[in-house]
């Protein structure tokens, strides 16, 4: 039972140039989440998911994509990666929202250049 | 508007000593508490919970945390503080997802 996994742990992007993060979780959880945390900011929330095929603007989505094609998996795409958007992201899912405990993923590390 | 406020960016307190960080929220109508810790590195996992009845909840690792409603107070407290116990804290508000306080990053001295 892995819980939540995150790939790719780190990257580096140039300006301009596009990628897509990759959230998975083995719990069955309905709800998964994409949040940002910057120094001094906490963490915010970017989109989120309450089901396969569903997803909703959180607080910060401007710049990013998402897709929940498959129930396990969560994915976060930047189309034309900005410097603002150097980062730490961070995935977590729960069975139902606002309330129910959340479960993180290790978190991956985004520099762009 | 839902919010969440860490008053204190950074804390250092003594290894063996007691602990406070405090949390205040701003919630309509009755909130779900939660407070995690982010090791250097890390995810974040979850410390304790407040969803209703007693006021005082504990959670692993030794912490607790007192919900006043009066205060709109949500304060976590340890009586004797590890030096592994150097981490950030983050303390939340349930909405739509998780609204987090900025965080508080705790140091402990030997």
């Known amino acids: 039972n892995a819980g939540v996994t995150q790939t790719p742990k780190f990257r580096v992007l140039k300006t301009g140039q596009s990628m897509t993060l990759l959230c998975a979780q083995d719990?069955?959880?309905?709800?998964m989440y994409w949040y940002r945390q910057d120094p001094g900011m906490g963490l915010r929330l970017i989109h989120y998911?309450?089901?396969?095929?569903?997803?909703a603007k959180g607080e910060v989505p401007d710049g990013y994509n998402v897709s929940r094609l498959k129930k396990q998996n969560f994915l976060l795409g930047l189309e034309s990666a900005a410097p603002s958007q150097t980062s730490v992201y961070f995935c977590?899912?729960?069975?139902?929202?606002?309330?129910?405990?959340?479960?993180f993923g290790p978190g991956t590390r985004l520099t762009v250049l | 508007a839902q919010s969440v406020t860490q008053p204190d960016i950074h804390i250092t307190v003594s290894e063996g000593a007691s602990l406070e960080l405090r949390c205040n929220y701003s919630y309509g109508a009755t909130p779900y508490l939660f407070w995690y810790v982010q090791s250097p590195g890390q995810g974040l996992q979850l410390l304790l919970k407040?969803?209703?009845?007693?006021?005082l909840v504990q959670g692993i690792k030794g912490f607790e945390a007192e919900f006043k409603r009066s205060q709109s107070s949500f304060n976590l407290r340890k009586p004797s503080v590890h030096w592994s116990d150097a981490a950030e804290y983050f303390c939340a508000v349930a909405g739509t997802a998780l609204i987090f306080g900025k965080g508080t990053t705790l140091s402990v001295s030997s």
């Open positions: 998911s309450v089901g396969e095929g569903t997803t």
């Open positions: 719990m069955n959880h309905e709800y």
């Open positions: 977590a899912s729960s069975w139902t929202g606002g309330a129910d405990t959340q479960y």
């Open positions: 407040y969803f209703s009845g007693d006021t």
